[in-house]
Structure formats: structure tokens, C-alpha cells
């Protein structure tokens, strides 16, 4: 697998919506529903020092959803163990906690081998930085179904740069 690409460079076989993913309920996503709006994919966890960032996607959907922008939650358990519990408790937990609102999925694995699709496609394109270092990793896909930037982890979702990004791609002044 190469790595190294630049996302001038990527030579996209697939595009985000080609590939599915199981919502949190256990029902398939097809992305294609997706087409033609921004999509932050953010791989998630309840018991990491960046939790409290649920608040802050759910303020970028709120904010964005009806411009275009999807945000989507997925659950991984792959940084330090702190996505244990089953869907249902991580749809109780950000029900209860952060009110979210924004499409999740299944839990999943997003580094490795055993990586999701979707997660695997990212990195195939844009390189190493689409491969999520910890929980919160953010990948930000444009209009098109590519990957526009990514964020780490410690980076806001509501950061200006995310922001300004979003608005990019979403033809916002």
C-alpha cells in the first residue's frame, strides 16, 4: 500500500460514496446518499480526554447540516481501549451526554489490517495522515467523494480551520 500520495497526486479508483458502512442500529449506509455534500468522518470514543468534543460536532452539525455537511460519529476501540461497550451504549452515552444527533455507526476498526474499507481508501489516497493516530481523528471529504484534509486529534472540530474548509468546499462566504 502506498502512503506517500499527495492529494494532488491521488489517483482515486473508488470515491467515498462507492463504500457502506452499518449505521449504529445495525442498517447499511450507502454513502452514495451522501453525494454532493461535505462529509466529516470522525472516528469516536466515550472514555478519552477528547469526549468532550461530541459538543463540538454536534454544534458543526447543527450549524452546517442544512448547507450541505454531514458529520458522522464512528465508534472505534482500537486507542486505548476506550470504546468498550456495545452500540447501544454508545448511542445511550451520547444521547444522554452530548444529545447527538448526527449519523453514527457501528463500531469499527479504522487502523491496521482489519481497518474498515472506508478507512483503508483514505489512507490508500491521501496518506498517512488520513490513518487516525488516536480517538477524534477527523477526515474531511469534499463534494466530489475525495478526501479534502484531515485533522488530529487535537485539533476542535470547530476550529477555524475545519471551519473554513467546510465553508470551501461548501461555497460558503
Given at each position: 500500500m502506498v502512503l506517500f500520495f499527495n492529494k494532488s497526486s491521488a489517483n482515486y479508483k473508488t470515491l467515498f460514496y462507492?463504500?457502506?458502512l452499518n449505521d449504529i442500529d445495525g442498517k447499511v449506509?450507502?454513502?452514495s446518499k451522501y453525494k454532493d455534500n461535505a462529509v466529516l468522518l470522525v472516528n469516536v470514543a466515550s472514555n478519552c480526554?477528547?469526549?468532550k468534543q461530541y459538543a463540538d460536532l454536534?454544534?458543526?452539525w447543527n450549524n452546517y447540516k442544512n448547507?450541505?455537511?454531514v458529520v458522522i460519529g464512528v465508534p472505534s476501540n482500537q486507542f486505548g481501549s476506550q470504546e468498550p461497550g456495545s452500540n447501544e451504549d454508545i448511542k445511550e452515552f451520547c444521547k444522554v451526554n452530548f444529545n447527538v444527533t448526527f449519523p453514527m455507526t457501528d463500531k469499527?476498526?479504522?487502523k491496521g489490517n482489519n481497518a474498515h474499507p472506508i478507512y483503508k481508501w483514505a489512507a490508500e489516497n491521501y496518506g498517512k495522515s488520513a490513518i487516525p493516530k488516536w480517538n477524534f481523528h477527523k477526515i474531511l471529504i469534499d463534494k466530489?467523494?475525495?478526501?479534502?484534509n484531515t485533522y488530529s486529534s487535537f485539533t476542535k472540530p470547530t476550529a477555524n480551520k475545519i471551519t473554513k474548509d467546510i465553508e470551501q468546499i461548501l461555497n460558503i462566504e
Open positions: 462507492d463504500y457502506k449506509i450507502e454513502l480526554g477528547f469526549t454536534q454544534l458543526i448547507k450541505g455537511l469499527i476498526n479504522v466530489e467523494g475525495k478526501v479534502f
